[in-house]
């Protein structure tokens, strides 16, 4: 405890004051900080005065003689400081407390501070300025309670020990530390409350929280109400109703089918392709009626896709991708939505009532070129969105066989031997689907009979979702049986949350469509070891797909 009389800053911030409000010393600068104890001995705080900056003592006089660009508060017995651009630490008599030079320091806590190189990557330092471990990160914070927040280069956010170690194995697209072992955590559909595990205390997400205090946290919930809950997530008090409309907002959800008909209708007629363009060229372009194609271009703009200057239509960035010529083209997967897939939904209420199963879309798919052309031109293009990022991670051996089974028109398997030339990269699919794919080295099979290859390395790519357990189970048997000894099978697929609600409407999807299923990793691993599998490590990014590398157990 400190036993110093404290100094307080005067209402201009240009001096310190006693606690009666008369000055404590006669000097003035241009903005003075508060006093900080050093070893409760004496205190000093950082001024500066036209353009330099140093500390003074209680009686205003520098404390050293050396002059900075900009000085911080001692904190343990150390301060930050700016000399031209760099950032270090000095001691009470103003020399260094370092060599090492960097493009930002924190100030001391528990006598670890975070410094940022010149490289910009950040990590953690002690009072001599050793790096606490060999990490560095995109962002770290201040440790609390022995933890810390520590950024990746994917964007993603863990806790740290004081030796970088990670606390848990859950990442995060916001953290912050532990009060009273509790973290606020932000996932994909929103902010809510973890422990020392990494795992939430609750199920709901809000638009924000706050820390715990004496057991109560207030939140804000996605629809505007603010209320204060417990540790077990329990609504203890509503401080202000939602604000949003809910009867609005069900009714837009509701009338979702308006804007699948508009955007496929959109892409029907190619509108993307030829924009700018004012309305009646566009008229003529895509043979329609001047004045139903100006309305259909309103909608088009309410939904954000285009806008109109000086009578011309321009194609705004979500637009862009419903263009036939863009390389992850949605025009087809905008079409395909509002056709087949939509009917399938219609069987959703009876399906929660009868266990019973559709026609395979798949098979039924490959029977016309036409719709197995538009079918994986959907396919591929969310194939080019999420696994570009994680082949260079697959371990692929020069001559390795690579068996990209149900690889649809063989995007996966283009980017794999264009990431590893000497191997052997095969594409399987139904026939229908191998006779439309431009890749050169096929086979038609059937993921239910013999597989026709012998590969060390299996993909499968989203294909267990559409599949039940039963059929998910005989694949990944098939796959093991085609599998060289010491191989490895890659599965791709979107894993459900275990502690949240998002990815279920895909869920729904998958039900309605394939008779398939999302499933979370403990689901995964289930099956997996039903066929004599497990996972041997974890591929994600920052994408929605996660790369789960199995081999024999
Ligand atoms: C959801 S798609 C995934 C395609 C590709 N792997 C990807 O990630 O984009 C499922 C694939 O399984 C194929 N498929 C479905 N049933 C099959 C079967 N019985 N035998 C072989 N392939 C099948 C489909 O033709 C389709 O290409």
Request: charged share 20%.
């Amino acid at each position: 405890m400190s036993i110093l009389a404290k100094l307080s800053v005067s209402g201009d911030g240009k001096y310190h004051t006693f606690a009666d409000g008369t000055p404590a010393y006669s000097a003035r600068f241009d903005e003075v900080l508060s006093f900080h104890d050093i070893d409760n001995a004496y205190q000093v705080a950082p001024v500066c005065l036209n353009g330099q900056a140093w500390h003074i003592n209680e009686t205003g006089e520098a404390i050293y003689p050396h002059k900075f660009n900009r000085t911080f508060g001692f904190y343990c017995g150390l301060a930050a400081v700016v000399e031209n651009d760099d950032w270090f630490h000095i001691l009470p008599n103003g020399f260094a407390a370092y060599a090492q030079r960097y493009a930002f320091v924190g100030n001391y806590q528990q006598n670890i501070a975070v410094v940022c190189n010149k490289d910009g990557f950040y990590f953690h330092i002690d009072k001599l300025g050793q790096p606490l471990y060999e990490n560095k990160w995109i962002y770290c914070g201040d440790f609390r309670e022995g933890i810390a927040v520590a950024q990746a280069e994917n964007g993603l956010s863990t806790h740290i020990d004081k030796q970088g170690r990670f606390i848990h194995s859950n990442w995060f697209l916001d953290l912050d530390v532990f009060h009273k072992g509790f973290a606020r955590a932000k996932s994909d559909d929103g902010w809510h409350h973890i422990d020392k595990s990494g795992k939430p205390i609750y199920a709901q997400r809000y638009a924000s929280v706050e820390p715990f205090y004496n057991g109560f946290s207030r939140v804000e919930t996605h629809s505007g109400a603010l209320q204060i809950i417990n540790e077990q997530g329990n609504v203890i008090r509503e401080l202000r109703a939602a604000k949003n409309d809910d009867f609005g907002a069900l009714s837009a959800d509701i009338v979702g089918y308006w804007r699948t008909f508009t955007i496929a209708a959109a892409a029907d007629l190619k509108i993307f392709d030829y924009l700018p363009n004012n309305t009646a060229q566009l008229a003529i372009h895509t043979n329609t009626l001047e004045k139903r194609l100006t309305r259909l271009l309103n909608a088009l703009a309410e939904l954000g896709l285009v806008k109109c200057e000086q009578h011309i239509w321009h194609v705004l960035p979500k637009g862009a991708f419903l263009n036939t010529n863009h390389p992850m083209s949605l025009a087809s997967a905008a079409i395909e939505y509002r056709g087949e897939l939509m009917q399938r939904w219609h069987s959703l209420t009876q399906l929660m009532q009868e266990d019973i199963k559709a026609d395979d879309i798949f098979k039924q798919v490959s029977l016309s070129k036409e719709h197995t052309q538009r079918h994986h031109n959907m396919l591929r293009s969310y194939a080019l969105k999420d696994y570009q990022e994680l082949v260079c991670y697959l371990d692929i051996d020069k001559g390795d066989v690579v068996f990209d089974a149900a690889g649809g028109n063989g995007l996966l398997a283009q980017l794999i031997l264009d990431q590893f030339p000497s191997s052997n990269v095969i594409l399987g699919d139904l026939a229908g689907v191998i006779d439309s794919s431009e890749f050169n080295n096929k086979r038609a099979f059937d993921l239910f009979e013999t597989w026709p290859v012998k590969a060390n390395k299996i993909m499968l790519s989203r294909v267990l979702h559409d599949w039940n357990d039963t059929n998910a189970l005989q694949i990944l048997l098939n796959a093991a049986t085609s599998l060289q000894h010491n191989g490895a099978i890659y599965v791709f697929e979107m894993l459900l949350d275990e502690y949240s609600f998002g990815g279920s409407l895909c869920d729904l999807h998958l039900l309605t469509v394939t008779g398939g299923q999302e499933r979370t990793q403990s689901q995964f691993e289930a099956l997996f070891k039903k066929a004599g599998l497990c996972i041997d490590s974890v591929i994600k990014k920052d994408g929605l797909v996660t790369v789960m590398k199995l081999i024999r157990t």
